[in-house]
């Protein structure tokens, strides 16, 4: 097991090392020179190269490189003399557009990100698996193929219009939510609710049809199975059957994707953030697309990969705990 | 979220550390039967059908604006009311027979006219982007999966990591890194690049099961190259996995170029594009509805379409219904 886990975490390092260099090859190289955009109008060349050698811009690919990674862990300094910026570690970068560090501006926003983000996740999980069961139940019949007929519409339906139309129909026409703000749970838990309520439903349709189809398949497949079957045949109480025998294989394959939806949120955020005007990451991302404040862009990147990664080590152990057959110390 | 999963990506992901699809029981249905079969299911054709207007609309585009007599570029003042901010005049955004589906807010351009042109561009990149991850993906899995070994680790490791990466960011981080003058052909590239590993590992384990089949040995025996057994023995058997997993891929770019295009990093304008034009509209969703509702509509008709679509042919290819 520790084996495992050392090859796993081991794993997780080069991936993120990779995304690490890749990610700051697509910027060193693809973006327009960060110097000039600083400069602004009115720009002189000896002023463009002062702020390239006070950033470090002139050095070569490898040595920026290194800053940028050693910045991750001990932090770094940008410039030199009384004008010097410091960056204390994890330093993601420096926003040179709003003169702060790009650490705290994510750090301000992440608990509106997450409170959209497990909202979401919880939605989509108790729905998807409680329609999968249901057209389960109900094979064939109406409930079935009316389900089926929402899943269809919920993976179809961009989220951006979805957004645009709840919007235009709860709040506008209606009236019966609030335009979606980021209130705080401890003020006003019903408002909080209210609020957060249409993101948490644009930001799950997606997934939470996908769910409702994977349920439903896997339910149908194995009760299918010889094992059950056989528990019937025993004289198992079919509520037994249910719970022991179909449900839980069944399930099985539900954790493995819901680690990785959950990390892949950040950006279907995005545009729900964008959407509703909500100020989480993902509004930080398109904000700073829109401004072109490549810092910011490159942090909201990195992060977004680190859950990913993470996202897939955290499945891969929940995977052992549960099904000892994919260990794979034991493979060997 | 723009990436569609399909049934065929969780069977591989859900066993974490699998190697290898297992091969259909049964062998894939033809192209020819899997028509026959597919013209019997009506909702299928009802889907193929809009499918198919969106395309002959995206062709007769020039032709079709000739008709309605606005271009997608043009603006008219007359039909929006400066009083009011620049709101278009009359009842739905300012339909009727002059402007078909109304003007937008602002500058009058005529949305029918943008509609037009706009599924052009979001056909277009879609099937390129369609076409060139599908050929990366049929390369790439065949090799793999054919030649085995050291190939078909780097190949492998390949694909893993871009599997890993958050691929909508990435996509965005991409295109707002590079410059904005050939966005249509960036964004081609960009949705292939992180697309085809998807493909590619169903076409690597269906490949490794096919290479063991006693026609594929005897082809060897007969003297046949390397290549020829990929593409003459292979690829044939591989025919209805491709449709299936190429059908059911097709939405995820459509919404994907139109997820771009609405963040700002696609489509550039004044070039119109469905996902761009929703963008556009999201200011005024709640005095001119009918500005996001019509190319709201028209995408999600688009998805849609596609989606049942790539389901059903899946089914049919699946039941083996279509075969001979």
């Known amino acids: 097991m520790s084996r495992f886990l050392l090859n796993r975490l081991l794993g997780m390092v080069v991936v993120l090392f990779g995304v690490c260099l890749f990610t700051f090859v697509i910027f060193f190289v693809l973006s327009p020179d960060p110097a000039v955009q600083i400069c602004g109008k009115n720009c002189t060349p000896e002023a463009i190269d002062q702020i390239r050698e006070n950033l470090g811009l002139d050095q070569p690919f490898w040595t920026q490189f290194w800053t940028f990674i050693s910045g991750l862990f001990v932090g770094r300094t940008y410039g030199t003399g009384p004008n010097a910026i410091d960056c204390a570690a994890p330093c993601l970068g420096y926003s040179f557009q709003t003169s702060q560090p790009v650490t705290d501006m994510i750090m301000q926003r992440l608990p509106v990100s997450a409170t959209i983000a497990i909202g979401a996740a919880l939605l989509w999980l108790l729905s998807g698996v409680a329609g999968g069961l249901i057209s389960a139940v109900r094979e064939g019949r109406f409930a079935d193929r009316f389900i089926a007929g929402l899943t269809l519409t919920g993976m179809s339906i961009p989220n951006y219009v979805l957004a645009l139309s709840l919007q235009f129909v709860l709040v506008v026409t209606l009236g ?98 964008t959407v509703f005007g909500l100020n989480g990451v993902g509004k930080l991302a398109a904000d700073s697309i829109t401004k072109n404040d490549q810092p910011v862009i490159m942090a909201v990147t990195l992060l977004a990969a680190f859950l990913v990664v993470v996202g897939a080590m955290v499945v891969d152990l929940l995977y052992t705990a549960i099904d000892p057959r994919v260990r794979v110390g034991s493979a060997k | 979220m723009t990436f569609t999963s399909t049934d065929l990506e969780v069977e591989g992901a859900a066993g974490g550390e699998t190697v290898g699809e297992p091969a259909p029981a049964s062998p894939p249905a033809q192209g020819r039967h899997l028509v026959h079969a597919f013209l019997r299911d009506r909702v299928a054709v009802a889907c193929g059908v809009y499918i198919l207007l969106v395309v002959l609309m995206a062709l007769a585009a020039p032709l079709l604006v000739k008709i309605s007599g606005y271009g997608p570029l043009e603006f008219d003042q007359s039909a929006v009311d400066p009083n009011l901010g620049g709101l278009p005049i009359g009842w739905g955004g300012g339909m009727g027979a002059e402007h078909w589906f109304g003007v937008e807010p602002g500058n009058g351009r005529d949305i029918f006219a943008r509609i037009v042109y706009g599924a052009r561009v979001s056909m277009t990149i879609a099937l390129a982007a369609t076409v060139l991850t599908s050929v990366l993906g049929v390369v790439f899995g065949l090799i793999a999966g054919y030649f085995g070994g050291r190939v078909d680790m780097v190949v492998s490791r390949v694909m893993e990591f871009l599997m890993a990466f958050p691929a909508l960011i990435f996509m965005i981080a991409v295109l707002s890194a590079l410059p904005a003058d050939n966005r249509q052909f960036l964004l081609v590239v960009v949705i292939s690049f992180f697309g085809w590993p998807y493909l590619a590992r169903i076409v690597r384990g269906q490949t490794m099961s096919l290479k063991e089949r006693e026609f594929v040995e005897s082809a060897r025996a007969s003297g046949a190259s390397s290549l020829q057994i990929i593409f003459k023995e292979i690829l044939p058997n591989l025919a209805s996995t491709i449709i299936v997993m190429t059908t059911l891929a097709v939405p995820g770019y459509v919404g994907t170029e139109a997820g771009l295009s609405f963040l700002g990093v696609g489509v550039v304008p004044p070039t119109p594009s469905w996902g761009q034009m929703i963008a556009s509209s999201v200011p005024w969703y709640a005095v001119d509805p009918a500005y996001f509702l019509i190319p709201g509509a028209f995408l999600f008709m688009l998805v849609l379409s596609f989606t049942v679509l790539g389901d059903r042919v899946k089914k049919i290819a699946e039941s083996g219904e279509g075969r001979a």
């Open chain 1, 176 to 273: 019966w939510l609030p335009f979606p703000q980021a209130v705080s749970f401890g003020n006003d838990p019903l408002q909080w609710f209210l609020n957060f309520l249409m993101p948490w439903i644009v930001l799950a349709i997606g997934a939470a049809a996908v769910y409702t189809r994977l349920t439903r398949a896997n339910v149908i497949e194995s009760l299918q199975e010889n094992y059950v079957r056989t528990a019937r045949a025993k004289g198992l109480s079919p509520g037994l059957v249910w719970r022991r025998h179909a449900l839980r294989p069944a399930l099985t394959p539900i954790v493995t994707i819901f680690g990785m939806d959950f990390a892949n949120l950040l950006g279907g955020a995005l545009i729900t953030e």
